[in-house]
Structure formats: C-alpha cells, structure tokens
C-alpha cells in the first residue's frame, strides 16, 4: 500500500507521460497563458517586469531637480488639441477624429497620419548636461480599444539628429516613464517637446483621449550604461538569456577588468555549484574580454552564471533553450494580423484597402502589418509565411501543439498571398499606411493606390513558397490551390524573364529593390528545385541548373573569395542593409546539390558551397569573442556601379561615396582594394543588422548542415545569442524574452510580447555597435521580418 502511494505521489508531481508529452513550453508562466489564451487565439499579456526600463528605474540616483510643471505660461501648445491644469499637473486633451483624410506625398500617399497634438515645456536655453534623463508620471486615459503613445523630444540650439523617443503607455493608468538624455545634445535646451500622431478611431469609442503629465524631475545618475561600443556594462555577463543548445559552444562574456578568475554554474537557486570554470583573458581586434566557458557541461536543466558577486538570471542547457522565444516570436506574428481583430490592440481593421488591375479589385486587408507602421508587402508576408512553415516541419515530431498553431497562422499568410494574384502574373504588392481607417467601403477613407507589379523575381518566390507549402502541408483545398498557384506563378515569372530580362523594379520602397542579378538567378534556381520537388518534372530540373550556372560565375574566388558578386564582372560584392536575402545562394546550390545528387556538374555546386562556407568562417574572428556574423567584405570603389550602388543605399545624400569611403575606412583592409566590415555601410533611416545576421546565420547553419560542419552551424547558433543577450548592451531583444529586454517602437500597435526590432546600429561612420536609449525608427522599430528569420534560422537546429 504504501508503495502504491508513494507510486501515485511520483505520478502526480511528474505527470503522466501524455501530460508531460504536451507541455507547451519550459517557462510554467508562459504555459500558463498560452492555455489561458486559447492558444494564441488573444495576445499574450505584456510583462514589463523584467525590461530595461523598469531596470533603469532602480539605478542609483545622485542628484534630482524637480521642474515646475503647473505655470500655463510656461507651456506651449500646437496642433491639434488643447491644454488644461489640473492640480500639479498639465493634460493635453487630444481629438480621436479630425474629419480630414490623412494625406502623404505623392509617391507614398497613404502613409501619413490626420495631423499632430503637441505640448512643450519651455527651458529658456537651459544647460542639461549636468543630468542623464528625465523622469516623469503619465496618466493616458480613453475609452474603448486605444493604442496610446507620446513621442518625446528636445529643441536644442544644437539640433539631435536621433529623432524622438516614442514612449509606450498603458492606458487608464499611471505610467513612470524615463526619457534618456545621456547621447542628446543638450548645452542649450529651448524646449521639452511631447507630442502624439493622430493615427485614425481604429477601437476608440469617445471622441477624446487626455494625457495627464505630473512629477517632471531631471535626474543624475553615478553610472550610465554604454550605449555604443564593444565594452559591456559594468557588473554584468553578456549571454545567452533563452539558453544554450546541450552540444556546441557554451561561452559567455565579461568586461576584461573583472577581478574574478573563476566561475561557477549553478543549479537554478543558486545553492549547488555544478561546473566551475577559469575566465579566460581573450584578447581580439574588438579589445579584451574575460570568456566564461561552460561548453563541456551538457546535462539540460535550468541553472545561472555566478562569477564574484554577478550573477545571471535563470537560463537553460536543453534542446528547447528557445522554445519560449518561438512561442513568444508567434504571439508578436499573430498580434501583427491585418484585416482581423486583435483583442486589445485594435478591431476588424483595414477592409477598405483595394487594388484595381485590369476591371478586378482586391481587398488588402489581410496578412500581417509590416512594423510599427501599417505597412504591408506581400511578398515579406509571403517570405514570413515560409519561416512559419518551416518551423512547423521541424516542430511536428516533437510539439504538435506549437506546430499546428505555427501552421495555422502560416495558412493566414498564405491566404492573403494568394487573394493578392490577379492571374496575369500581377500582384497586388505593398502599401506603405500609419493610419487606420474606418473599415466601411464607400466612405471617404478609402484608398485605392495599392500597388501592384508583375516582377519575375516576385513570382519566382511566390512559387517557391507556394511549392515548399503544398510539400508540407495536410491535404486540403488549400493546398491545392497553392500547387495550382506555384505552377502558374512560376510560368508567369519565366514568361517575363524570358520577355524582358532582369527586373527594372518599379517601387522603391518595395524590399526587392536592391535584387542582383546574382541573387535573381539564385531564387530562380530554388524556385525551380521546389517545383521540381513537387512535381518531379524534368523542365524544372533543367532550369534550376541553367540558372546556377550564373551565381556560380558570380562567386568570387582567390584567397578572399567566396562571397557572391552582384553579377559576373565580380567587382561588387553583394551587400544588404535593411532586408536580406543572403540566405539564396546557399539554399539554391544546396538544393541542386540534394536534389539531383548524380547530375556531373554535382561537385562543382558542392564546391562552391564549401567555398562560401569557407568565407563565412573567415569572418568570425573580426567578431569574437561576441559571435555576430560580420557584414562582410567590400570593394573600395562600389559607388563606380552607379545602378546598383543607389538601389541599395535608397535616398542616399549627394556626398554618398564620401560617406561611403569615411565608413569604409573605419573597416579592416584587407588588400589594396578589399575591406571588411562589421556592420553595413549605410547612409539613412534603413539601419540595425537583425534581418542581415539572421540571413546569413541561415545560410551558415544550412552548409553546416549540408557539410556536416559543426563549427558552421555555432555561426548560426551565434545570431540566435547575441538576439537573446550575448551582446556588448547584455539586452534581450525580443520582448518579454529573458530580461533587460528595451520598449521598441511600435506606435500603431503598442507594446507586444515576442516583438522584435530592426536591429543594433552602427555609430556614425564607425564600424561599432550603437543602441541607444532613444526610441525610434528605423532601429528600434519592430519588425515582421526580423520575427520571420529568427525563426527560419531556428528551424534548422
């Protein structure tokens, strides 16, 4: 009897093996509201618990000065709105509607919003220098379903170029916010600047929404964080906050002056020490760092760093270590619907959104937002849509839960994409949008400039997607479609490329503007192995290798070859600065190489891929000890192919190749022609490297794969590190993951758990990390695509 007891006792605190089977995700939390939110079918809550800027509000304060903030004199208002003083305090009373259509320029005619209501605080020229932020409470009060936010700025005799601070707020509440002021030019302040965009009605049900200002204090304090450079913060370990795979690398970072020359791991209360370790002085081109290395030790489990007296958050050895970050990555995806209401961030939006082709008209309300703004671009739905897929082939053995809902909102994605063909081979294509409209066809918001665009290199990708979706996904109707739609979809793009040739793409702000022709024949080759996959048909076989032929005659070569050329001339590596789909090459010659394996040109395809990985792995050391794959190498004259230096570098100043030639110089040189960089070379708002490393920690771990190199496959695993933490600001970049993790721009659609950003800066012309407090576009707005690669790149461990 007692041995029965004993037996059920175990039973009930270990679960059933079906029960343990179903555990949707390691973080009990997590699970926890997962289930309460039906799987994802309402957003998860938003825990800011753990972010940077509760962090920064426990910093130590030295010096605080209070600012006078109920004098009406010394208040400004402009635009749309009014002020009011209650006791202590000003309001700003904001109108939900003006009765205007919001109109943009004329190449971009949506995206704009219904105009601007802001309040400023006079300084009179005021020295600020003295202090590092302002501090203040904030009251944002509304009825009904209201994504409400304040921008922040200061009007300094010396202009910041930064741009404003957007400052999430959690409505009918009081908010303590911070604004940073530590990187702000600031020796002669004329006004503190608070001003919200009047983005449309979208869940409002009054006609007001009020912000109430109290409590404004400037604050000094002993010690601010860097915000650019390789050196980390005092008192902390830069790593990996989601885990570590069991096998690979395990390393973690701290600043070189640290005492301390042992570490230990620790069970997760810290009580038994299960690994101890030396910190090992590293010294590399970035300066010099202490490496605590734990790689030997596998055994999965939850446990923390200790070195001295720092010690990190709980983290996990295991091979679900980011299984919370892909749930978490699903949530930001789902919360970024278009045409469908997301409880709590806005209702059914977007349905009177139309492109007319040729008598027909297509409803763009669908898919998913693009960022902050609400954007959309139909072939990053079409590309996050294949991410989504690719996860849940990987998933299906092991988390069917997660699979069937990474399935399910690919199957969203994929609707839109095939709503958007016309069946000529045009697609309704991207709409550039920062305001919500009424939903109501007919009435006087209704935008019909949807743009459209019959792109081979489109096409291709689109049948591409459509092919890998109909491979792997359940039988249906749907899926059926999709394979009618990938066979006709590739027709189209043949018909055009044969017609016209490459593409002369039509709108610049579309992220296929900088496509090579390299990259071209590249996803034409991978668009026509994915047809061949599904349908086994020789023609396809037959295009995939004619068209490799080009990207291999676009590989560089010699001792610092390997990389791809934007085309056979070989003089201007390929390079992105936004968007990236570096990925291509390795997946088109990967592709040829499995899936016709005894074709006689099989060796030079595996060749090349070897050459590539090669030059993939020549660039780590210029990153360690940190891990994040470097932009890569650059001719110094790029600016000499005219055509394709301005579609990459898109607005670029008139001084462009000087600009270009200061940051190259900031690079490594190589020989006499060759540099290297760290981060791109890149002259406007289009900054931050997330989507870039991700790419091509892609492409590395699929010829780590393919080569059975596991040394390429830690260069994939790398970008997935230094996302959750292992990088010089020791932040978690994905909201709600792990901790540290900064408020992101995200002015549409507020804060959303599992959001992701752009990505880190650089500085200037330098060739080092920047991350500054400020938050605003283009680096720290949030990102569909960043979300979409990180959990490409995932799917392949």
Request: a neutral charge.
């Amino acid at each position: 009897m007692t041995h029965r007891l004993f037996i059920l006792a175990l039973y009930c605190l270990l679960g059933s093996p079906e029960n343990t089977a179903q555990t949707l995700a390691p973080d009990r939390t997590l699970e926890r509201q997962l289930r309460a939110s039906g799987m994802l079918s309402r957003p998860l809550p938003v825990d800011d618990s753990r972010s940077l800027e509760v962090r920064q509000l426990q910093q130590k304060v030295v010096q605080r000065e209070a600012l006078s903030v109920g004098n009406p004199q010394e208040w400004e208002q402009r635009g749309f709105g009014r002020l009011s003083f209650p006791r202590n305090g000003v309001r700003l009373h904001v109108p939900v509607s003006t009765g205007q259509r919001a109109r943009g320029p004329a190449g971009d005619p949506d995206y704009a919003t219904f105009g601007r209501a802001s309040l400023s605080l006079k300084m009179h020229g005021r020295d600020l220098r003295a202090f590092h932020r302002l501090v203040m409470e904030v009251f944002p009060q509304c009825s009904g379903t209201v994504i409400m936010n304040l921008n922040a700025t200061l009007q300094n005799a010396k202009p910041n170029d930064i741009g404003a601070h957007l400052i999430n707020l959690r409505p009918n509440r009081w908010n303590t916010v911070v604004f940073d002021l530590s990187t702000l030019e600031r020796e002669q302040v004329e006004r503190i600047t608070f001003y919200t965009d009047l983005k449309g009605r979208n869940g409002a049900l009054g006609d007001t929404l009020t912000y109430t200002l109290r409590r404004l204090r400037l604050e000094r304090l002993e010690e601010v964080e860097p915000q650019r450079g390789w050196t980390l913060p005092s008192g902390l370990i830069s790593y990996s906050m989601s885990g570590y795979l069991p096998k690979g690398q395990k390393t973690a970072l701290v600043r070189s002056s640290t005492a301390e020359k042992t570490f230990q791991l620790t069970d997760e209360r810290g009580r038994r020490v299960l690994f101890s370790g030396s910190v090992q002085a590293s010294s590399t081109s970035l300066g010099t760092f202490g490496i605590l290395d734990f790689s030997a030790f596998q055994t999965p489990g939850r446990y923390r760093l200790r070195m001295g007296n720092i010690t990190t958050e709980p983290f996990l050895i295991s091979d679900d270590a980011f299984l919370n970050a892909q749930w978490r990555l699903l949530n930001y995806i789902f919360c970024q619907r278009c045409g469908y209401a997301v409880e709590g961030i806005h209702g059914l939006c977007h349905q009177d959104l139309f492109c007319d082709h040729n008598g027909q008209q297509v409803c763009y309300g669908g898919g998913w937002h693009d960022a902050g703004d609400l954007s959309q671009q139909t072939l990053q739905t079409a590309d996050v849509a294949y991410a989504l897929l690719e996860a849940y082939e990987q998933q299906q053995g092991t988390q069917p839960q997660l699979a069937d809902r990474l399935l399910q909102e690919a199957l969203w994605g994929l609707r839109f994409v095939l709503r958007c063909r016309f069946g000529d081979g045009y697609h309704a294509s991207s709409l550039g949008l920062l305001h919500w409209t009424d939903s109501q066809v007919g009435t006087y918001d209704d935008i019909h400039t949807v743009r459209k665009q019959d792109n081979a290199f489109d096409n291709f990708l689109y049948a591409a997607y459509e092919a890998y979706a109909t491979r792997v996904m359940p039988a249906s109707a749907l899926r059926d479609s999709l394979a009618e739609a990938a066979a006709k979809d590739f027709r189209f793009a043949e018909r055009k490329f044969r017609r016209d040739g490459y593409d002369r793409f039509p709108h610049i702000m579309e992220h296929v503007y900088n496509t090579s022709p390299s990259l071209f024949q590249a996803a034409r080759s991978w668009a026509a192995t994915q047809l061949f996959l599904l349908t086994g048909k020789d023609p396809y076989a037959q295009t995939a290798v004619e068209s490799i032929r080009y990207v291999l005659d676009s590989q560089a070569q010699g001792e610092l070859g390997g990389y791809f050329c934007r085309d056979t001339t070989l003089r201007v590596p390929v390079h992105f600065i936004h968007q990236s789909r570096d990925q291509l090459f390795a997946q088109a010659l990967i592709a040829l190489c499995q899936s016709q394996p005894e074709h006689p040109s099989a060796g030079e395809w595996r060749a090349a891929v070897q050459r590539y990985a090669d030059y993939l792995k020549r660039l780590m050391p210029y990153t360690a000890p940190f891990g994040m794959i470097p932009s890569g190498i650059y001719h110094e004259a790029e600016y000499a192919d005219s055509a394709g230096f301005y579609s990459l570098h898109l607005f670029a100043p008139s001084d462009a190749p000087l600009l270009f030639d200061r940051q190259l110089k900031q690079g490594v040189r190589l020989d006499e022609t060759h540099i290297l960089r760290r981060f791109p070379v890149w002259f406007g708002i289009f900054n931050g490297n997330e989507a870039i490393i991700l790419s091509t920690g892609k492409a590395a771990a699929l010829c780590g794969r393919f080569l059975q190199d596991e040394a390429l496959r830690q260069i994939g695993l790398e970008q997935l590190y230094w996302t959750v933490g292992k990088n010089p600001f020791c932040q978690s970049l994905i909201y709600g993951e792990g901790h540290r993790y900064p408020s992101m721009d995200s002015f549409s659609s507020g804060e959303i758990t599992g959001e992701i950003p752009v990505g880190i800066r650089s500085w200037g012309d330098s060739d080092e990390p920047y991350w500054p407090p400020t938050n605003n576009a283009c680096y720290k707005e949030v990102w569909l695509t960043s979300a979409g690669k990180f959990l490409s790149l995932l799917s392949e461990y």
